[in-house]
């Protein structure tokens, strides 16, 4: 193969392993990529060259060595949420314009230990508020497929680069959807692990019930490979969960005979775009012939999901973004008064969208405001959860659309707020849960925009919707096709 972008990372890993390709032939290849392509892509805050060759070379004298981690020598980015030690972490956002952090994030530190080469640090919407990267404070991310469309968000740099090439796998975050939208609008994987599956430890908080770090990558067994690294309990993070992590690439036999799929009534509803429909349908009647069972079920409450959301989201927004008021964490304007600088730190250094979602979480948590919305939807939630817990007594994983359409294009909802929040209808129901979620391409629409195929599993069910994901992949060609770059 001449270009060694168009590899998996599963593929790359056996290439490395047998010495047919090196480490930093693979990097250099890479950021040759990125050099080329992401002036008109934008996925790439931060490009961290000199690092990734450096990691290139301790790899191939690693893998000389005989050394076998799983990322040895596997160029990855990393979303800008994620703290980085000494590398710049704005999470998008002008409030942290210049800060470094000291440490460095669970997840991407298990990747460093594993031997990933670190590529740098990817575009998102500010504090992951957005579903298209559109709210980033300095530059704007395009779908490799049609930049003239959104990569979605929040974690549009993560996706846009594994489409693009520019990596063979990325770090993202979700948390009402942000890795699986993206991911069904860039025509890559995009894998929401279970709540407490993954350490949060380092991941900048935006809703810290919902909030959960995880791969975009090309296949999945790609996806696969890099929970494996990253999912498992740690003592930093109190949410963290103590169970077992299995062996996720065990799961990928390829056979599904017998697994019991359900398909919910309400993920398929008026307005939504034919060729998602007709997609996400054809796909459901490909896991029925590879042997599934086919179930139709019901999670009736999944249409409070969405207003549920918008209060608990924005809640724990408030209270996660007071930090940044130039006094005590972030950005510092000085206007010599104390309410002078918070007002001037914070009016210049949010974007609108965290400014309206700021407000929204205060008015809910405010007096006399608490129990009517905070502690209605958190009741709500509880139905949700409920929803899923039963219709997993009925069936092994659920089938639905990713999103209701294709990638929109740029402007098209920045002027109506309610109607970019509705591109997450389907995605927030299994992050109110705390559920795992993949998306996996299942067809394009008619304008050569990719679909996605969304895949729910239990609380710590990540197996079964690996498992699911992985034969309906090798049943089809969606996921080997790539985008042409200008």
Not at 32 to 56: C, F, N, S
Not at 318 to 341: E, Q
Not at 439 to 453: H, K, R, T
Request: aromatic share 8%; net charge negative.
């Amino acid at each position: 193969m001449t270009n060694l972008t168009e590899l998996t990372l599963t593929q790359a890993r056996a290439l490395l392993k047998k010495r047919e390709i090196s480490a930093t032939e693979l990097a250099q290849e890479t950021l040759d990529q990125i050099a080329a392509h992401d002036g008109a892509i934008g996925a790439y805050l931060t490009v961290t060259g000199e690092r990734a060759l450096a990691d290139a070379a301790a790899a191939d004298k690693a893998i000389a060595a005989g050394d076998d981690r799983p990322m040895l020598g596997i160029p990855l980015g990393i979303k800008d949420v994620l703290s980085t030690t000494g590398i710049e972490t704005t999470c998008g956002s002008k409030i942290l314009e210049g800060y470094k952090p000291v440490y460095t994030a669970t997840s991407v530190k298990k990747l460093e230990d594993a031997g990933m080469v670190m590529l740098g640090k990817l575009n998102m919407d500010e504090f992951a508020m957005g579903s298209s990267t559109e709210n980033s404070a300095y530059k704007r991310t395009t779908n490799p497929w049609n930049t003239g469309r959104v990569p979605g968000g929040s974690s549009g740099g993560s996706a846009a680069a594994v489409a693009a090439g520019m990596a063979l796998g990325t770090l993202g975050t979700d948390t009402g959807g942000s890795i699986r939208q993206p991911g069904a609008f860039c025509g890559v994987v995009g894998l929401k692990p279970s709540y407490g599956r993954v350490s949060r430890y380092g991941l900048v908080a935006f809703g810290s019930s919902l909030d959960v770090a995880g791969p975009l990558t090309k296949t999945v067994a790609d996806a696969a490979a890099i929970l494996q690294v990253i999912a498992g309990h740690d003592p930093l993070d109190a949410t963290s969960m103590d169970v077992p992590v299995p062996d996720y690439s065990a799961a990928l036999t390829g056979d599904i005979r017998g697994l019991r799929v359900g398909v919910p009534k309400e993920y398929f509803i008026d307005g939504m775009q034919p060729d998602v429909e007709r997609s996400t349908r054809e796909a459901i009647a490909q896991l029925k012939a590879l042997g599934a069972e086919i179930v139709e079920i019901s999670l009736p409450h999944t249409e409070y999901a969405l207003p549920v959301y918008y209060i608990i989201a924005p809640a724990e927004a408030s209270a996660n973004l007071a930090r940044y008021d130039g006094i005590r964490f972030g950005k510092r304007i000085d206007t010599g008064d104390m309410w002078g600088t918070y007002k001037a730190t914070r009016g210049q250094g949010f974007g609108s969208e965290v400014k309206r979602r700021i407000m929204l979480g205060t008015y809910a948590l405010s007096a006399g405001y608490y129990d009517a919305y905070y502690g209605k939807a958190q009741q709500v939630r509880t139905l949700l959860k409920r929803d899923f817990d039963e219709a997993f007594q009925q069936v092994d994983v659920i089938a639905a659309p990713t999103t209701p359409k294709t990638a929109f294009p740029f402007g098209a909802n920045t002027s109506d707020p309610l109607q970019m929040y509705l591109e997450d209808v389907f995605t927030l129901p299994a992050s109110m849960a705390g559920v795992p979620g993949m998306s996996v391409p299942c067809g394009f629409d008619q304008d050569g925009l990719p679909i996605g195929l969304q895949l729910i599993g239990p609380a710590f069910g990540e197996e079964n919707v690996l498992r699911a994901g992985h034969a309906y992949e090798q049943a089809t060609e969606w996921h080997r096709r790539v985008p042409v770059l200008g």
